[in-house]
């Protein structure tokens, strides 16, 4: 069975870093489209950075210039690196993966295509 177990959520302040990690069982990491998402109570899940098979990578806007997705195909693991945190940054964050495409669609609000998802780690931004 194919799972995703997120890690290194916390509460920091503003200003601050953290650095998620997913690990993934019975599936490969280096062979398909990942993303990272973040949701809040009463509101849309949201795609905050998606890296595909070829390594190229897209973020939202809000989040540009302070988070970086990666992977390690040895580890069988993706990250989320965090810096500049803001308070809007606060939300539950998960790991999600496509069940067999290589390639990642447009970033976008809502969880489709992706098929595959961990349940969540919670990051916390205040003062």
């Known amino acids: 069975q194919v799972e995703l177990v997120e890690s290194g959520g916390g509460s920091v302040h503003p200003g601050g870093s953290l650095r998620l990690s997913c690990v993934a069982s019975g599936y490969d990491v280096g062979s398909y489209c990942m993303a990272w998402f973040r949701q809040d109570p009463g509101k849309e899940r949201e795609g905050v950075a998606y890296?595909?098979?070829?390594?190229?990578?897209v973020y939202t806007d809000s989040v540009k210039g302070r988070f970086t997705i990666s992977k390690d195909n040895a580890k069988n693991s993706l990250y989320l690196q965090m810096n500049s945190l803001k308070p809007e940054d606060t939300s539950m964050y998960y790991c999600?993966?496509?069940?067999?495409?290589?390639?990642?669609?447009?970033?976008?609000?809502?969880?489709?295509?992706?098929?595959?998802w961990g349940q969540g780690t919670q990051v916390t931004v205040s003062s």
């Open positions: 999600a993966a496509q069940e067999t495409a290589k390639f990642c669609p447009p970033i976008r609000t809502g969880g489709r295509p992706f098929g595959i």
């Open positions: 890296l595909n098979a070829n390594g190229v990578t």
